[in-house]
Structures are given as C-alpha cells and as structure tokens.
C-alpha cells in the first residue's frame, strides 16, 4: 500500500523521471560552462523503495522527501563549488531552509559537500549535491579509503595508527559532548583560509576568513561600501561586524547618502578585516574638510588618552613623536584615519615615561629635607610617613600624581585629575603634599579593567594567556553573559608594573576575536 501510495504522489514513471532529469543535467551543464566552471554532472531518480525507507528513518512525510530527484556536481577546486553553487541558484528558486554547507561545517566523519534544493522547471524539486573530486572519493570510499590513496600501498603502519586516531576521536567526542570546542578547532585546521559568500544574484565572492558584510560591501564597490548601513544575510539583519561563513548569501542595506564612519577603522571594534576596504575608507577621510578631520581627530585622541589615564600629555609632543609640524597636521592625520587609537596611547606613555629627577643640593653646612621613598613615590621635604593608593582613582607609574596627608592612614597618592583632588575644598588644600615615581621596580598597582565582547568559547581563555604573557596578575574576575545578545562583559581586577605594561596587554586585548571595548 505505502509503495502504491509514493507512486501515486510520484505521478510519473521512472522513465519519465530519468528523461526529466537528463534535461535538467543538460541545463546546468550548459549554464556551467557558459560561467567558466568546469565541470562533471549526472543525475538519478531515487528509487521508490530508497523514498520509503527515507521516510521510514527520518519519521517524514513524502512531500519532506527533496532528494526524490537529485543531481550531482563534481568540481576541481573548493571555490568552483560555491561558483557552480551560484549557477544552480541563478537557474531556478532556491529553497532556503533545504541548504547545507558541510565544505564550512563538515559531517563528524568529515563528508564534505554542498547540498541545495531547488525548484526546478514544471515545478519539481530537485536536490543538487555539489562537491569537489577529491570530496567525492572521500564520500564514496571513506576517509581511510581517502589517506590509503594519498599515501600509496607501503603507508600501512602510518595509516594504522592514523584510522586508529580518527576512530578514537570521534568515540571521545560521544562520550564527552563538552568536547565540541576541541572537535570544532580540530575541524577548522583543514578549512581554507577563505570565504565564499553569494550576492543575491547568485554570484560569488571570495573574502578572507573573518570578512564582514563591510568588507563584502566595498568589494563589490566602493560607493556602496561608503554608503552602507547594514546587511542581512540570508535574509536576516546582522551588525555590521557579524563574520561571514562560506555558502551565505549577503545582501548590503544601504542610504541614499552619507559616507563612511570613523569607528569602521577601530581595529577594536572589527568592522573590517580587509586592508583594502581599510584604505577606502582612509582615503574618503583624507578628501573630506581639513577642519571635520581636526575635530575629529581630537575627540578620538582625548577618549583614547583618557582611556588609558594619560591625558595630560601635551599634543605637541604627540605630534613632534609622529614627525608631524604641529598638533593640528597630527589631529588632521587621525580624523583621517592615518593613524589608530592603539599608536597614539602607545606614544603618550612613552613621552611620559618618567626620568629619574635628582634631588636639590642643601645648603653647605645646614641639612635639608630629604625625598624619602616609599614603595615606588618619592616623597619631598616629609619623612616617616606611610603611603597608600588612593582606590578612587587608582594611579600607576607613568599618571601625574599628588599626595594628601591623611589623619592616621599617611599620604594618599591621587592622579592630579582625581575628581577628589580637582573637587577639595580650599581648607584641606594645605594637605597636599608634592610626590613623583621612585625608581623602585618591585611594587605593584592595583587597577580595573572592563571588556566588552561578543560571547564565544576560549575567550576569557585567550585574554588571561596576554595577561600572563605580559607578567600580570589577575586579582579578580567577574563575568557577566547576556546570552540573548551574545554579548559578554568581563571586570578584571589586576595587578601591573606601570602604565606601559598595561597599555601593551589592552592593545593586544583588544585586537582579539569578538572584543568591543577595552
């Protein structure tokens, strides 16, 4: 009864299938060819016997059934895959949710290929596998199969030990499902270092892994690059900093108007990955009004140097560092994107690195009042007293610093900026006390730092590997998840040497996957 009911809903012979299908490997064929791509096509009819147990194993109905008619690609080169993915899509109207790209994302026993359905004339579906040679005879033969070919007959031990690893690695994956972080590194070690992405008109681009939708806007112009404000991919709106994946189809959203913003070339904020979108970007700034650049360029350069507590630093001094004339020329270069947030903090606390300064000679024959160290801050012209840092703002070697005389506690060390400091009234004024940096190596500042990232697995990993690589502690760790957003924020309380190592480990911190904001 099943067989007769999937032969009525087939409403065609076998025959009349195999000629149906013909016609269809026929098109592609011509439309591959008329696209460049090289390539190898057949097709079959599915048996109605193989529909039934499909149905059977996957607890389906037919019309869930999309293989009923299926086609096959074989290719050279991965990137053919996706262009011959574009003819198919250009022929006939895909359907969606029946995509799967599992060259990006391959199956536990490493199947590779892509798999599309689409519906094709008179209205039939058809189901389209696309994949490489090489993709095939591993499919078809297995991935022992696969390496025994590569490596010829007298391989044997090697590939012993090779099957032997393989088996274990995915009974291992079974029996811990927590091990999928591994599994997935493991898998992406044989990926290509590019992307393969499709325009709504089926064609295809290639980007370099971690491409954005910023990064496929000005490659396909620079103008729609310039004046672009979002993207869906695969029909759904993304931020512009989402990160392609091979097989997705990118849509850009753009205005009428407008150009570029300047945040795009913020390497912390990962708007773009391609040096070339990068130098468009540049580019537009430079041929935009000296005096937006100058503006600009100081708001950029004030938040930065407030970020990373150095913003008495003077910007003709920053300017002399870059060989820039004046401080205008430098503000007009980093409104123009000439120069990033990162160089600039990295200049300011190397102009700020503190010289050791000798103390004045006392008068012959009369002693004057000494420096006294304490810890790292040298104290003129008081002895004996404690010194402690003040926790409201927390200064380190490298900020410009006062002292207050406390009752009972010793010398609070402040920034000179402290809100505390700059709000004191005038009768406690008299309790300052100047101090400045020792030259003492040893001690170590308590400061806090906040990360703002996207979540994604090995993230805290990879931020306190920098801390410890740059000799950091880390005093204490609070993270919080926002698992609807995807978003992560991360409270470090951490112990550092001086401003010029903390400067070193937010940089690199920044330019991780994901981050935000430092």
């Known amino acids: 009864d099943t067989y007769r009911e999937i032969a009525r809903l087939l ?6 299938r195999e000629r149906y299908i ?14 460049g791509v090289r390539a190898e096509v057949s097709g079959r009819p599915k048996h109605i016997y193989s529909i039934r147990r499909k149905m059977q194993r996957k607890r389906v109905e037919f019309h869930q059934i999309f293989d009923v008619r299926a086609i096959r690609i074989l290719v050279r080169e991965v990137v053919d895959c996706y262009a011959a993915l574009g003819v198919v899509h250009g022929l006939w109207h895909h359907i969606p949710r029946e995509f799967d790209d599992y060259i990006a994302n391959p199956k536990e026993n490493q199947y590779r290929s892509l798999h599309t359905a689409v519906v094709g004339s008179e209205g039939k579906v058809l ?5 490489t040679f090489e993709m095939h005879r591993q499919a078809e033969l297995g991935v022992a199969a696969h390496w025994s070919y590569k490596e010829g007959v007298d391989s044997d031990e090697a590939m012993a030990r090779r099957i032997a ?4 690695l995915f009974e291992w994956k079974e029996e811990n499902p927590e091990a999928g972080d591994f599994i997935d590194r493991f898998k992406s070690e044989i990926f290509e270092d590019r992307v393969y992405v499709l325009t709504p008109q089926g064609r295809v681009i290639s980007l370099p892994i971690g491409a954005t939708p910023l990064d496929f806007a000005y490659h396909i112009h620079t103008d729609v690059g310039h004046r672009c404000r979002g993207a869906k991919v695969n029909g759904r709106i993304v931020p512009l900093t989402y990160e392609l994946r091979s097989g997705e189809q990118v849509q850009v959203l753009t205005t009428r108007q407008g150009g570029p913003s300047r945040d795009w070339l913020n390497p912390h904020l990962g708007h773009l990955k391609t040096s070339r979108a990068r130098a468009k970007v540049r580019h537009w700034f430079k041929q935009q009004d000296r005096g937006k ?3 600009a360029g100081r708001a950029l350069v004030d938040r930065e140097l407030h970020r990373v507590g150095l913003s008495g630093v003077s910007l003709e001094r920053i300017a002399r560092h870059f060989h820039y004339p004046g401080a205008e020329d430098f503000l007009s270069a980093v409104g123009a994107g000439d120069l990033n947030a990162s160089q600039i903090a990295a200049a300011a606390h190397a102009l700020l690195a503190p010289a050791p300064v000798p103390p004045p000679a006392a008068p012959a024959g009369r002693p004057g009042p000494k420096a006294v160290p304490r810890g790292d801050v040298v104290i003129g012209g008081v002895g004996d007293l404690l010194t402690h840092m003040a926790r409201c703002c927390r200064p380190v070697p490298g900020d410009d610093i006062i002292g207050f005389i406390t009752r009972g506690r010793g010398v609070s060390v402040h920034r000179r900026d402290c809100p505390n400091i700059l709000r004191m009234p005038e009768e406690n004024r008299e309790r300052l006390i100047e101090v400045s940096w020792g030259s003492s190596g040893d001690a170590r500042y308590s400061v806090e730092v906040a990360v703002d990232a996207y979540d994604r697995p090995g ?6 590997t920098i801390l410890a690589g740059e000799g950091i502690n880390v005093v204490a760790a609070d993270t919080l998840t926002d698992r609807a957003e995807r978003r992560a924020r991360m409270d470090l ?20 996957r994901n981050v935000l904001e430092v």
């Open 11 to 16: 409403d065609e012979s076998r025959s009349d």
């Open 22 to 35: 013909a016609r269809q490997v026929e098109r592609i064929r011509t439309a591959l060819a008329g696209a």
């Open 127 to 131: 189901e389209v596998q696309i994949r």
């Open 165 to 168: 690893w393989l088996r274990q």
């Open 293 to 295: 650049n100058i503006a």
């Open 459 to 464: 993230l805290l990993r990879d931020i306190t």
């Open 493 to 512: 309380t951490l112990e550092i040497t001086g401003i010029g190592q903390l400067s070193r480990a937010l940089n690199r911190i920044g330019r991780l």
